[in-house]
């Protein structure tokens, strides 16, 4: 009892701080000097037409980085935690029902869909909204329909690991690539900017966008794996 | 300097690959991440030294080719450079010594430990307040993984509270971001702080959840307690990790966004670092295990740098440099020691763990020569400028609790009783000892840098270190050696000195030189008495050669700190330190402060203003063991190595007395200290306190017995003889001070070594286990006899003098009442030493102490030469007093006055020679007269006491004079009954006690600490409304 | 200030960001299930997540993409607030990885044999 | 001004949905729930003219993270009928998790 008083008052106080601010703050009417700033200039200085894209992939690149690095250390995680091992026998699966072969027939096509579509996904994400985390989660979502369908498989782990560790290797070195042949670490410039709208444009934010992509379904696949408990 | 960028390029290449490389083998993934994380600590070192010494600016760094406001900046400046060379060094050597479970654990583990290290370098680096918010998930994510690496249930445990209590500060953070972005328009940390936007109630609740968030991951009380628990139960190494490198990524992350904070916001920092401080302090007061006890010191630690940072910001304490000096101090004190002492949790008791171990612990406390001692030096010395009384009183007896706690833990490791169940004996002790090496260079440095430059101030510690090395070899090589360093020392120190400090010299360095010499009684290296005892007695010479109050206090805790060790060193020794070293650190504490107050103890010192006296001359009575605060003495005296009890009894009490001394001096040398002089009642209230200690030393020593103790308290009481007779403060009364403490020093010396001598060959310390010793040794019987005729007072040695001399000025100056409770006192003194005499040397002897002989030469030699040095000065006073009353020069109230050998009072005369003839002459005649008259002596024999069927067992039975003096418990016992024992056992109790109870909120349900989480942000939201 | 100028001023994103992070941390706070302990997290990220996209939140503006057909140079002056819109893509990732590790701690107590309720891991305390 | 309304209701149909997964006894509910909470807050990001979160929070913060969730309940009740089934200790039983 007096604990859940103690959790209504420790809420009450919460919302007291909270909702003021979010009433003072109401609603802009104009986007501030920052905002405008990069919607001005993403367009002209990357030719991307999704500004949001440019401002993931470029001017804050390195949170991105980030980012990427923070699902990183969560699969790795993730991994270390789940393993066959660690997990005592709830682990070791008695074999499961087979899926029907419809269902089968019918995720392998499906599958190649889903991979073209994340693929899509993410080479466009300087064009239409989406980027390599949408594109990543699409990829993801292809492996994880292979996995319903055939729950006996067993992922190409070791293929995994290397599209992981290689894209995230490929993101470096793009990112390198910026430092040596434009003006600063994970600049974009480093390739030809091409024309605003055009699929080969933008400079380096689709190759970017693209090992991003690779790397997060990578990522979430492997989550998923982890999760289904195959990990030795 | 080089682009920090391409660090991290690096660190995240070589993770991201470790999963590949690893299947080439895990030697190849160890070495490459090694060499990653060695990267970082090169370049935070060259950072470091660009800015320092190579004429470099602080530089941003921009990323993807863009400035601020459109990208996000790095910066690498002073403070960067330093944490990050910091985090890097403790994580590398973290992660070493964690490299046998690496080896074993799946990749993950390294890829995180990685992760979780660039996430930290990240959140010291970034300007940016959304790029910060990245790296502290980095941080935490990888922390997250990382506890879990090697599968230990309790870490799993632990880090589940770990993610709620982040999960809830990321929300707070991200709320906070980005409303600081709505009202400024920047996520640059500069440009949001330059920003008119924060200025209103609505900017300051948005600075508020950020700053909120930042203090959870600080760990602040009562919001820690998943912290708690995460040190306690994760690897060592990760606990390391997490205290030191994380706590000082986070600690800068507070530092950086101190231009967003506004007055209220830096009271909250202030007082919820000052709470957090002494809030973990006394909870860890209670605490056993060690891991956690650490966790606790850890929370305080953060807690205080905390404080210090806000405080700066508040009362303007000193600006940059002074945090630099102060906060990065304590921070780098602590990540250093408390790093090494998390991964010393985890290995065997040896030698080398307790070394370290011990090192570590010190520095943690902040004794010298360690980083913390000199941030606690500034910190205190600032706050005393600002008048911050409340917060110094707070930030001091937290200290003490800590220094109490830490020390225990300490204690039971040196004395091998370590928890046998968290041991991994193979493990190495490279990373701890580096970390111990850093610590004591960073002191070393800093020590230089705060103008402490005089080498011989530091001999201590280098004579410490050299002998340290030694250590392996015989007693009979160190000894000689330690002998000569101190009469280098003398050599080299003396001559610049004044009378008072030359004759003091003769004391502290000569005793001290006595003592080094009879630890050769025993063969054998005696590991830890030479380094300990050598630095000892240089530390009190650094005493006398201070001419500052900071180097007068490094050589005053320099003294204490050496003395614990000694101390700890005894057999059973293990207590007494312990309140040994908290009653030390307590009066020095409070030494302290009247040295910062303006309390000059050193030649040309101005007198500060009377408080400053007044505390200066309570630390030092509670060093001299004055009656109330006494409570350490006779355990420090009685449980130290032998020939230590009479290096502390002879030698280091005197200097107190001689702080005592140079305090009344700086007093008298202006008009207004005269003044507060001649008000009378200070002085006659010290002079009671001598009087009291002096005679409740002779009271609590009756009752011994054990021999040691009977000579603590015997010191105890002789030690209030001085202190009345300088509370006299005229030309009698400094005469008599400075006659009875060299005095003292003689006879005690004797007592010590002569007792030293009969301890070792007897095997015990009880009296009523001896018993006719006289024909077995009969050179230390000889010995007791004359120190303790010195003693009572009695012609013809020079005691009488003393006694005389007491009596003189204490008439002269009108203290009646005074002089005869110093009589009774005496009276009751020469009970105890009557028994001295009687109980081990005289009567029957023991049949198990028929093989017993004379005490070894190490011992008799300095003994005798102490016998000669008092029949000399017996038989002359006026080799003695001469330099006395010249140093004392010309007092108001010249009342003493030689012509020839006779010094005359008004109330008489004393010839010391005279007395010495007749005496002889009278023992002499009836020497002759028992030898003509007394020749049919015969020896009586043994008493064979034959018991029907048993054997008795109790002393009272097989020792006639077991407690010999228990008739008079009627008439006295009521004073001995232990009052300040009571006392201060209640008020620990009552520390712990409550420490006890601040514990009970960590309740080990993640739930909980999330609800004080929470609990905790509103309650500071709904303070902050008010301020 | 009458009611209604009071209810134009509040931006209805955030105040329902506001609410659904009190109801996650309402679920963190008294809900001992460690499931339920993820879910209410979730909660509580979604909820911030809209808080820092209502600060970005222009009545009558369009997503921040040039389309072809639009002129670059005055197609900025209908476009929203883009940034807090990158920084929620950066939040909603690592709301994900802090889920799934969460999840995996949770297997990992559970297959320990400590059950489900946080309550049975609180060994280590005072 | 309709986009506001929208957004109330939105918001309304939020909370009932984020109470609703705290309360609800069931975790797959709760699950769910919360699944549908990050869904309708993808229709709020696409009204406000954020397509690229709305896209994020659609795919990984009902999509996934679901997933994620159903996975690990799937795994936590199998776990929990095998300690009921297999009374014999498992061989990496855990000696820690012991009551």
């Not at chain 2, 956690?292 to 807690?303: E, F, K």
């Not at chain 2, 050696?481 to 101190?486: F, Q, Y």
Request: net charge positive; glycine share 12%; proline share 4%.
């Amino acid at each position: 009892m007096m604990r859940k008083v103690l959790v209504f008052l420790a809420l009450i106080g919460f919302a007291f701080a909270l909702l003021p601010l979010a009433y003072r703050a109401g609603v802009a009417d104009e986007p501030n000097a920052l905002a405008t700033a990069y919607l001005e200039r993403a367009p002209a200085e990357l030719a991307t037409a999704n500004v949001v894209t440019a401002i993931v992939v470029s001017y804050r690149g390195f949170d991105t980085l980030g980012e990427v690095a923070v699902l990183f250390a969560a699969t790795a995680g993730v991994g270390a935690l789940l393993t066959k091992k660690r997990l005592g026998s709830a682990g070791a699966r008695a074999p499961r029902k087979e899926a029907t072969e419809v269902l089968g027939t019918a995720a392998r096509l499906l599958t190649s869909l889903l991979a073209l579509f994340g693929v899509y996904i993410f080479t466009h994400g300087h064009l239409t909204p989406g980027g390599g985390f949408q594109g990543g989660v699409v990829i993801a979502t292809a492996v994880l329909l292979n996995i319903l369908a055939r729950p006996q498989s067993h992922l190409a782990h070791g293929l995994m690991t290397a599209v992981e560790s290689l894209s995230g290797a490929a993101y470096v070195a793009l990112g390198l690539l910026g430092a040596f042949l434009a003006w600063g670490f994970l600049d974009p410039r480093a390739l030809p900017l091409g024309e605003l709208g055009k699929l080969v444009s933008a400079g380096a934010i689709p190759l970017i966008y693209s090992v991003v992509g690779l790397k997060v379904g990578a990522e979430l696949s492997g989550i998923l794996e982890a999760l289904k408990g195959d990990r030795e | 300097m080089v682009n920090p960028l391409y660090l991290f390029a690096a660190s995240l290449g070589v993770a991201f690959l470790l999963p590949l490389v690893d299947k080439l083998g895990r030697k190849l993934s160890l070495a490459l991440a090694y060499l990653t994380l060695a990267a970082w600590l090169a370049a935070g070192l060259s950072y470091l030294w660009a800015l320092s010494f190579g004429g470099a600016q602080a530089t941003l760094f921009g990323t993807a080719g863009f400035e601020a406001p459109l990208a996000i900046m790095l910066r690498v400046g002073l403070a960067e450079a330093a944490g990050l060379s910091a985090l890097s060094l403790v994580g590398l050597l973290a992660a070493i010594s964690m490299r046998n479970k690496l080896r074993d654990s799946p990749i993950g583990g390294l890829m995180t430990l990685l992760m979780a290290l660039m996430g930290m370098s990240g959140i010291v680096l970034t300007r940016d307040l959304f790029n910060l918010f990245v790296f502290l998930e980095i941080s935490s994510i990888a922390s997250y993984g990382l506890i879990a690496y090697d599968d230990r249930k309790a870490a799993l445990r632990a880090g589940f509270k770990y993610m709620i209590a982040g999960g809830i500060a990321s929300a707070l953070y991200l709320i906070g971001v980005v409303y600081i972005y709505r009202f400024t328009g920047q996520l640059n940390l500069d440009l949001a702080a330059s920003s008119p936007g924060l200025a209103g109630a609505a900017g300051s609740a948005a600075v508020f959840f950020l700053l909120a968030a930042l203090l959870v991951e600080l760990k602040p009380f009562p919001a820690n307690g998943w912290a708690i628990d995460v040190y306690h139960a994760a690897d060592p190494g990760v606990a390391g990790i997490l205290s030191g490198a994380s706590a000082t990524a986070l600690m800068l992350a507070l530092w950086k966004i101190l231009p967003l904070l506004g007055p209220a916001h830096l009271s909250l920092v202030a007082g919820s670092g000052l709470l957090s401080f002494v809030a973990g302090n006394l909870a860890g007061a209670r605490q056993g295990n060690a891991r956690r006890m650490l966790g606790y010191s850890s929370v305080a630690q953060l807690g205080l740098v905390m404080a210090v940072i806000a405080l700066n910001e508040l009362y303007g304490l000193g600006g940059e440099g002074f945090v630099y000096l102060t906060a990065g101090g304590l921070l780098l004190n602590h990540l250093l020691a408390k790093t090494g002492l998390f991964l010393i949790t985890e290995k065997a008791p040896s030698g080398g763990t307790t070394a370290l171990g011990g090192l570590l612990a010190l520095a943690l406390v902040g004794l010298p020569p360690f980083p913390g001692f000199w941030a606690k030096w500034s910190l205190v010395q600032a706050l005393v400028a600002k008048g911050q009384w409340a917060i110094i009183a707070l930030i001091l007896a937290a200290s003490l609790v800590e220094a109490f706690y830490v020390l225990r833990w300490f204690g039971s490791l040196a004395k091998g009783k370590a928890d046998e169940s968290q041991l991994e004996p193979r493990a190495s002790l490279f990373a701890p000892a580096l970390l111990a090496l850093a610590l004591t260079g960073f002191g070393v440095l800093s020590g230089w840098n705060a103008g402490l430059r005089e080498p011989l101030l530091w001999a201590p510690f280098a004579l410490a270190v050299l002998l340290y090395i030694l250590d392996r070899l015989s007693v009979f090589v160190k000894a000689p050696l330690a002998i000569a360093a101190v009469a280098a020392f003398g050599y080299l120190a003396t001559p610049g000195l004044d009378g008072l400090r030359q004759f003091f010299a003769l004391m502290l360095l000569g005793g001290g030189a006595l003592f080094l010499l009879s630890a050769m009684r025993k063969a054998g290296p005696r590991r830890g008495l030479m380094p300990l005892l050598g630095a000892a007695t240089l530390s009190l010479g650094a005493v006398l050669l201070a001419d500052s109050a900071l180097s007068f206090f490094f050589a005053w805790e320099a003294m204490t700190l050496f003395s614990y060790l000694l101390v700890l060193r005894g057999k059973e020794g293990e207590k007494p330190a312990l309140s040994y070293l908290s009653f030390g650190l307590g009066g020095a504490f409070l030494l302290m402060l009247g040295l910062l107050g303006g309390a000059g103890l050193w030649p040309g010192a101005p007198a500060g203003p009377a408080w400053a006296l007044a505390l200066a001359a309570a630390g030092i009575l509670v060093k001299l063991g004055a009656l109330g605060v006494h409570v350490w003495l006779p355990g420090a005296y009685a449980e130290a190595d032998d020939e230590v009890s009479g290096f502390l009894s002879a030698s280091m009490s005197k200097a107190g007395i001689f702080a005592l001394i140079a305090l009344m001096a700086a007093l008298s040398l202006v008009p207004a200290g005269r003044e507060a002089l001649n008000q009378g009642w200070a002085l006659r209230g010290l002079g009671w306190l001598g009087l009291a200690t002096a005679l409740f030393g002779a009271l609590y020593a009756i009752y011994q017995e054990d021999i040691k103790k009977t000579l603590a308290w015997s010191s105890m009481g002789q030690l209030g003889y001085v202190v009345l007779a300088l509370a006299i403060n005229d030309q009698a009364g400094w005469t008599t001070a400075l006659y009875l403490a060299l005095n003292h020093f003689l006879y005690k010396g004797m007592l010590f070594l002569a007792i030293a001598g009969v301890v070792q060959r007897v095997g015990t310390r009880n009296m009523y286990e001896m018993g006719g010793l006289i024909k077995k040794m009969p050179f230390s019987f000889l010995s007791v006899l004359m120190a303790i005729i010195a003693l009572s007072g009695v012609p013809p040695l020079s005691g009488f003098g003393g006694k005389w001399l007491l009596y003189s000025s204490l008439i002269n100056k009108g203290w009646y009442l005074e002089a005869a409770v110093a009589f009774f006192a005496s009276a009751v003194a020469f009970l105890y030493l009557y028994r001295l005499i009687h109980s081990i040397f005289l009567g029957q002897p023991k049949p198990s102490q028929a093989l017993v002989k004379e005490a070894p030469l190490a011992l008799t030699l300095p003994q005798g030469f102490l016998m000669a040095i008092l029949l000399a000065v017996s038989a002359f006073p006026r080799l003695m007093l001469d330099p006395i009353m010249a140093i004392v020069g010309n007092r108001s109230g010249t009342i003493l006055a030689f012509e020839g050998g006779r010094l005359s009072s008004p109330l008489g005369y004393w010839n010391g020679t005279l007395s010495m003839v007749v005496t002889a002459a009278v023992f002499g005649l009836c020497f002759v007269w028992m030898m003509v008259n007394l020749h049919n002596t015969q020896s009586v024999k043994q008493f064979n006491i034959v018991y029907a069927a048993e054997r008795p067992h109790t002393p009272a039975t097989t020792h006639y004079a077991f407690a010999f003096f228990e008739p008079y418990r009627k008439a006295l016992g009521f004073l001995t009954r232990e009052r300040a024992e009571r006392f201060w056992e209640s008020a620990g109790g009552g520390v712990s006690a409550l420490g006890g109870a601040l514990r009970r909120l960590y309740t080990g349900n993640g739930q909980t600490y999330a609800l004080h989480i929470v609990l905790y942000v509103a309650i500071l939201y709904l303070i902050m409304g008010v301020l | 200030m009458n009611a209604l100028e009071f209810l134009a001023g509040i931006n209805p994103v955030a105040a329902s960001g506001a609410a659904l992070v009190l109801v996650g941390l309402w679920g963190v706070l008294a809900r001992p299930n460690l499931f339920k302990i993820a879910i209410a997290f979730t909660v509580l990220e979604t909820g911030v997540n809209l808080v820092i996209l209502s600060v970005g939140y222009i009545r009558g503006r369009t997503a921040p993409i040039l389309d072809a057909a639009s002129d670059a140079a005055t197609a900025s002056a209908r476009m929203t607030d883009p940034v807090p819109q990158a920084l929620v893509l950066t939040a909603i990732v690592i709301g994900l990885a802090v889920t799934a590790l969460m999840l995996s701690y949770a297997l990992r107590l559970k297959a320990a044999g400590g059950g489900s309720s946080i309550e049975a891991y609180g060994e280590e305390k005072w | 001004m309709w986009t506001d309304v929208a957004i109330i209701i939105a918001g309304l149909v939020m909370l009932a949905a984020g109470i609703g997964a705290i309360v609800a006894k069931s975790l797959l509910v709760s699950i769910i729930l919360a699944g549908g909470v990050s869904l309708v807050a993808s229709l709020v990001f696409l009204l406000i003219g954020a397509p690229d979160v709305a896209m994020t929070e659609a795919a990984i913060g009902s999509g996934l993270t679901t997933v994620v969730f159903l996975y690990a309940l799937a795994r936590s009740k199998q776990a929990d009928k095998e300690d009921s089934d297999e009374s014999a200790e498992h061989p990496d039983a855990e000696k820690a998790g012991a009551p």
